[in-house]
């Protein structure tokens, strides 16, 4: 297999790349190709221009700022996985790169490439609709900010213009005493799940939960935020039986069917998965959020 | 032609400078330019793992890279594994003793992906060693005498740290 001939960029600045965007017709941009090159490949894509962002100076950090994590849209799903302020100020994400492909993958993949791509399977993404990420774009007028709510326009479309790309993204932190969890179903390790759920609680004074998150990826054509849940959980005394209930909505997700599993297999999965990240939070509430380091 | 480019690189420590096609992916580069046909192409989409490589001491699949991106940049291959051209490297003796391979079409990517493991983890327990190869496929072994032969060679690489 060969990938299509097209032409190469290889821009080394925000400016640059914001430029050829303008410029040129039928363009992609190249992250770290762990998607996109498979596409060439096998010619699903057939793009006049390649634009490797593999070059573009200081598009690679991971850096705490404000009460928020900011982060590069170069930097490496590697670098989020070994990085020391990932794991103790946001563990959520620390969890859940540890399930994404496998190290040869996770070496290339970027965080911006798995944003920008938005397979409603992949956990960076469930990450991100989780802790309502904000993601920063570049375009010919500057730089806008998109919350992660508004990010998805339809199945793998991000709101993002042809002439725009994304510089970096941001995580709000939550309280370091949070509790959290991500887990997935996925046929073999570092599969893209079938279903994945992600929570997260922080307890008021009385150990109920002031804030909560619940999300469920790979369900639906984005992974979606289960309010419902997350405001039935809001000011009660945690119990087993609370969390089987309130998930239960997840059966009425409007789920998607394809051939590696049936809508209704999905709604289960989210119910159980769901309620299994809720239980795996709520054990990890108040305790220390920080992962153990690995090796 | 429009759509070339000169790079250089280094592979295997020698320097190289070429002239490719832009969309050439690495892996045809190492093969069909240079005659290192030690790394094998599988499934060319990256599932298989067989290409595997090392760019800059990390490793990645080569049919997802192309040979213009490594301009500048430092690539290891199974060539590169073995001390010299009569000598193993004790990873090597490893996967000969255990039979940790049968045809071979996928040992490239299970050495190359290993070195780097072993380099990170070098005592690693054997669920460590799983999950280091499974983004690497083998048709033949069962994986049980390649997560063996990891295994003693982390052994042997800390009596004798290379
Ligand atoms: S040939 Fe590259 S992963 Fe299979
Ligand atoms: S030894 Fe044949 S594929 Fe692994």
């Given at each position: 297999?060969?990938?299509?001939?097209?032409?190469?960029?290889?821009?080394?600045?925000?400016?640059?790349v914001v430029?050829?965007?303008a410029?040129?017709d039928?363009?992609k941009?190249?992250?770290?190709?762990?998607?996109?090159?498979p596409?060439?490949?096998?010619?699903?894509?057939?793009?006049?221009?390649v634009?490797?962002l593999?070059?573009?100076?200081?598009?690679?950090?991971?850096?705490?700022?404000?009460?928020?994590?900011?982060?590069?849209?170069?930097?490496?799903?590697?670098?989020?996985?070994?990085?020391?302020?990932?794991?103790?100020?946001?563990?959520?994400?620390?969890?859940?790169?540890?399930?994404?492909?496998?190290?040869?993958?996770?070496?290339?993949?970027?965080?911006?490439?798995?944003?920008?791509?938005?397979d409603?399977?992949?956990?960076l993404?469930?990450?991100?609709?989780?802790?309502?990420?904000?993601?920063?774009?570049a375009?010919p007028?500057g730089?806008?900010?998109?919350p992660?709510?508004?990010?998805?326009?339809?199945?793998?479309?991000p709101?993002i213009?042809?002439?725009?790309?994304i510089?970096a993204?941001?995580?709000?932190?939550?309280?370091s005493d949070?509790?959290?969890?991500f887990?997935?179903?996925?046929?073999?390790?570092?599969?893209f799940?079938?279903?994945s759920?992600?929570?997260m609680?922080?307890?008021?004074?009385?150990?109920?939960?002031?804030?909560?998150?619940?999300?469920?990826?790979g369900?639906t054509?984005?992974p979606?935020?289960m309010?419902?849940?997350?405001?039935?959980?809001?000011?009660?005394t945690l119990?087993?039986?609370?969390?089987r209930d309130?998930?239960?909505s997840?059966?009425?997700?409007?789920?998607?069917?394809?051939i590696?599993a049936?809508?209704?297999y999905?709604?289960?999965?989210?119910?159980?998965l769901?309620?299994?990240?809720?239980?795996a939070?709520?054990?990890?509430?108040?305790?220390?959020?920080?992962?153990?380091?690995?090796? | 032609?429009?759509?070339s480019?000169?790079?250089?690189?280094?592979v295997?420590?020698e320097?190289y400078e070429?002239?490719v096609?832009?969309?050439?992916?690495?892996?045809?580069?190492?093969?069909?330019?240079l005659?290192?046909?030690g790394?094998?192409?599988?499934?060319?989409h990256?599932?298989?793992?067989a290409?595997?490589?090392?760019?800059?001491?990390?490793?990645?699949?080569?049919?997802l890279?192309?040979?213009v991106?490594c301009?500048?940049h430092?690539?290891?291959?199974?060539?590169?594994?073995?001390?010299?051209?009569d000598?193993?490297h004790?990873?090597?003796e490893?996967?000969?003793?255990?039979?940790?391979l049968?045809?071979?079409?996928?040992?490239?990517g299970?050495?190359?992906?290993?070195?780097?493991f072993?380099?990170?983890?070098?005592?690693?327990t054997?669920e460590?060693?799983?999950?280091?190869?499974?983004?690497?496929l083998?048709r033949?072994t069962?994986?049980q005498g390649?997560?063996?032969?990891?295994?003693?060679?982390?052994?042997?690489?800390?009596?004798?740290?290379?």
């Amino acid at each position: 297999m060969k990938p299509p001939p097209f032409e190469y960029h290889d821009p080394r600045t925000e400016a640059e790349v914001v430029g050829l965007l303008a410029r040129l017709d039928n363009a992609k941009l190249l992250a770290g190709g762990q998607s996109l090159m498979p596409m060439l490949n096998m010619r699903y894509v057939l793009p006049d221009h390649v634009i490797d962002l593999n070059r573009v100076e200081g598009l690679s950090y991971i850096r705490e700022a404000e009460g928020a994590l900011e982060i590069g849209a170069l930097t490496r799903q590697r670098d989020l996985e070994f990085s020391d302020l990932v794991r103790t100020r946001c563990p959520l994400m620390h969890e859940a790169v540890r399930q994404v492909g496998h190290r040869q993958t996770r070496n290339r993949g970027t965080i911006g490439g798995s944003l920008g791509h938005l397979d409603p399977a992949a956990e960076l993404v469930t990450v991100a609709t989780a802790l309502d990420a904000i993601v920063t774009v570049a375009g010919p007028t500057g730089r806008r900010e998109v919350p992660f709510a508004e990010f998805p326009a339809g199945f793998m479309m991000p709101s993002i213009a042809l002439d725009e790309f994304i510089t970096a993204v941001r995580i709000p932190l939550w309280r370091s005493d949070h509790g959290f969890a991500f887990v997935e179903f996925a046929r073999r390790h570092g599969d893209f799940a079938i279903v994945s759920a992600a929570a997260m609680l922080e307890a008021d004074g009385s150990g109920r939960p002031a804030r909560a998150s619940v999300t469920i990826g790979g369900a639906t054509i984005a992974p979606q935020r289960m309010r419902d849940i997350e405001q039935g959980l809001v000011g009660q005394t945690l119990s087993q039986q609370l969390f089987r209930d309130l998930c239960e909505s997840c059966r009425a997700l409007e789920a998607i069917d394809d051939i590696h599993a049936p809508a209704a297999y999905r709604q289960h999965l989210a119910v159980v998965l769901s309620r299994r990240a809720l239980q795996a939070a709520h054990a990890r509430l108040n305790g220390t959020a920080v992962l153990p380091k690995r090796h | 032609m429009p759509h070339s480019r000169n790079i250089a690189l280094t592979v295997n420590g020698e320097r190289y400078e070429r002239e490719v096609e832009v969309r050439l992916m690495l892996a045809d580069f190492l093969r069909h330019h240079l005659g290192l046909t030690g790394t094998h192409l599988g499934c060319e989409h990256g599932v298989c793992g067989a290409c595997t490589i090392l760019l800059d001491g990390r490793s990645a699949r080569s049919c997802l890279l192309l040979a213009v991106q490594c301009d500048g940049h430092d690539v290891m291959t199974v060539e590169g594994i073995a001390p010299s051209a009569d000598a193993l490297h004790p990873l090597q003796e490893a996967f000969r003793d255990h039979h940790g391979l049968q045809c071979g079409f996928c040992t490239p990517g299970m050495l190359t992906t290993l070195i780097e493991f072993l380099r990170e983890n070098p005592d690693p327990t054997e669920e460590e060693v799983r999950i280091a190869i499974s983004g690497n496929l083998c048709r033949c072994t069962g994986y049980q005498g390649i997560v063996a032969a990891a295994l003693d060679a982390a052994k042997r690489m800390q009596a004798a740290p290379a």
